[in-house]
């Protein structure tokens, strides 16, 4: 493998060329037309464009991305998450185009690509799933025969689904024959299969996922597990390694069976195996993510190991060189940074990027596809970056999140940057009392509209006043004594000597005489 084209955009794409980098590979990024002048196209050692900027013109188009590997001289193609990643088709076309897919087979991503399938094949290997069917449902009578069965609440399923689409909880026998047509119309319209199927709906669990690499000479490794409880509408928001929900015990049993799920599937390269783990701290596969994830440098930073450098070596053939699973070390968190207005209903924010203050300093990395300049728009996900960071313990992690997102400035555009600030002062995020319904549950406090405006100048000018006096008092050339009001007792008093560098910036006009 010596060059990697990479299938992709934003911070996925950058990510991957920085692993490339690292290991001595050149990269190939692609773009729309909406993209030309992003930081993947400009980091990248070769681009080509794809064509205009909807996804179904450019990202999506398998055919275009595979002429482009071929006419650069790639070798290999790295799908990153989203996109064509989980397309059994595509990874078969990167093969049988002589190319190096950087992923699982395209069987492994078949067997996981159904839930039903996949619900079957765990439950072959002893992996417990949510009491449900495996089959699809045949009409509203069947639903509700199996209901009766398990009890409600019951959740309705998409067989195909992904990001929470064609899902319904049902709270009633009345209401079920008119969940089933409607999520049955949603998969329809949305995955053009309207098999849908039922679960148990389980009550205040969390989402718990298991990181696994595989490699090609049959070595499984678990590489524990990540919390991805604080969602909104099934989608994540933040997320952490380790949980603070499984101890070592926990970890073992759920790392081992995800390996059994793994294997059972002849999975290779990284993957993700999803459960729900309810209070009783009985654990439920859900689902197997045949790709990186977002949320996969809460991994590395608690295991020290580099998993999009390892994707890559393991398509190359390396051998893991750990055959056991790894426990953490420390805490890692991770904020999703997103275009979206949360106190306004969390509405897509679109708009050019003015100004960024890039938080730093210690155990804080920033995965990001935005610089100053970047258009955001409305054909791509909203997510800009993530901002990540290491501690040694939880709490700690929470208060370097929070001093990390206090220093983060993104202008020109809306972002979720607040209602984080908010969710890390939160009692019950600092105590690790979440599950998958807490953020929906805790929303309006969360995103309460901000104290009014002059409220907030009047603040900033009491902060800024008290700055200059404690900054005076402090200063031996200040001729203002301790407690008298600035400008002296009569309010036209001597002034305080000005520094080297303010008497330059007003001779520049910078600043006001
Ligand atoms: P998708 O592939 O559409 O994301 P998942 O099966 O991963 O669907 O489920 C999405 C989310 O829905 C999960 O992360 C969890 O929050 C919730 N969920 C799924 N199944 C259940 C269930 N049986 N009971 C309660 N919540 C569930």
Redesign the pocket.
């Known amino acids: 493998m010596r060059k990697v084209l990479i299938a992709n955009r934003g911070e996925i794409a950058l990510r991957v060329i920085r692993a490339c980098r690292e290991l001595g590979l050149a990269s190939v990024a692609v773009y729309s037309d909406a993209d030309a002048r992003a930081p993947h196209v400009r980091e990248a050692d070769e681009a080509v464009r794809l064509g205009a900027p909807p996804s179904s013109e450019s990202y999506l188009r398998g055919d275009l991305i595979i002429a482009a590997a071929i006419a650069s001289g790639a070798d290999a193609i790295h799908p990153g998450y989203g996109f064509l990643s989980e397309r059994e088709w595509f990874a078969r076309a990167v093969r049988d185009a002589g190319l190096i897919w950087v992923g699982p087979p395209a069987e492994a991503i078949a067997a996981m690509g159904s839930?039903t399938a996949a619900r079957t094949l765990a439950v072959s290997r002893d992996v417990p799933v949510?009491p449900g069917t495996t089959e699809a449902l045949r009409d509203a009578d069947e639903a509700l025969k199996i209901a009766a069965e398990f009890g409600y609440p019951v959740?309705l399923?998409a067989a195909a689904?992904?990001?929470?689409?064609g899902?319904r909880v049902v709270r009633e026998p009345s209401a079920l024959a008119a969940a089933l047509a409607a999520a049955q119309r949603e998969a329809m319209s949305a995955f053009g299969d309207d098999a849908v199927y039922v679960?148990?709906?389980?009550e205040g669990?969390r989402?718990v996922e298991i990181q696994v690499l595989a490699d090609t000479h049959g070595h499984y490794v678990s590489l524990g597990e990540r919390e991805?409880s604080v969602?909104r509408r099934?989608q994540k928001m933040i997320e952490e390694a380790p949980s603070p929900a499984v101890n070592a015990d926990l970890r073992k049993a759920m790392g081992a069976a995800a390996v059994r799920v793994a294997k059972a599937a002849g999975y290779q390269n990284a993957g993700t195996c999803?459960f729900?783990l309810a209070p009783d701290e009985q654990f439920?596969f859900?689902?197997m993510n045949t790709r990186i994830q977002v949320e996969h440098p809460v991994t590395e930073l608690v295991t020290g190991i580099d998993l999009v450098q390892w994707q890559l070596r393991i398509a190359a053939g390396e051998r893991l060189p750990f055959t056991t699973s790894i426990d953490p070390r420390g805490w890692a968190m991770e904020c999703r940074i997103t275009s979206e207005d949360a106190s306004n209903d969390f509405l897509p924010s679109t708009g050019r990027i003015e100004y960024l203050r890039l938080p730093g300093g210690p155990g804080v990395r920033w995965d990001s596809g935005i610089g100053v300049g970047s258009e955001v728009t409305l054909y791509y996900d909203p997510m800009l970056a993530k901002l990540i960071v290491w501690a040694p313990t939880r709490a700690d992690a929470i208060t370097r999140m929070h001093r990390a997102l206090d220093e983060l400035t993104i202008q020109g555009i809306e972002t979720s940057r607040e209602f984080h600030l908010r969710v890390m002062e939160d009692d019950e995020f600092c105590r690790g009392a979440i599950d998958?319904q807490w953020l929906e549950r805790r929303l309006g406090s969360l995103t309460a509209a901000p104290a009014p405006r002059e409220q907030v100048e009047a603040a900033a000018i009491a902060a800024a006043l008290l700055a200059e006096r404690d900054r005076q008092r402090r200063s031996p050339r200040s001729t203002v004594r301790a407690g008298e009001p600035l400008g002296g007792a009569d309010g036209a008093g001597t002034r305080p000597e000005l520094s080297p560098w303010a008497r330059l910036a007003r001779q520049h006009g910078l600043r006001d005489a």
């Open positions: 839930k949510v959740l399923k689904g992904g990001g929470g689409k899902m679960e148990k709906y389980i669990p989402h991805c969602q099934h999803e729900l439920y859900l689902e998958i």
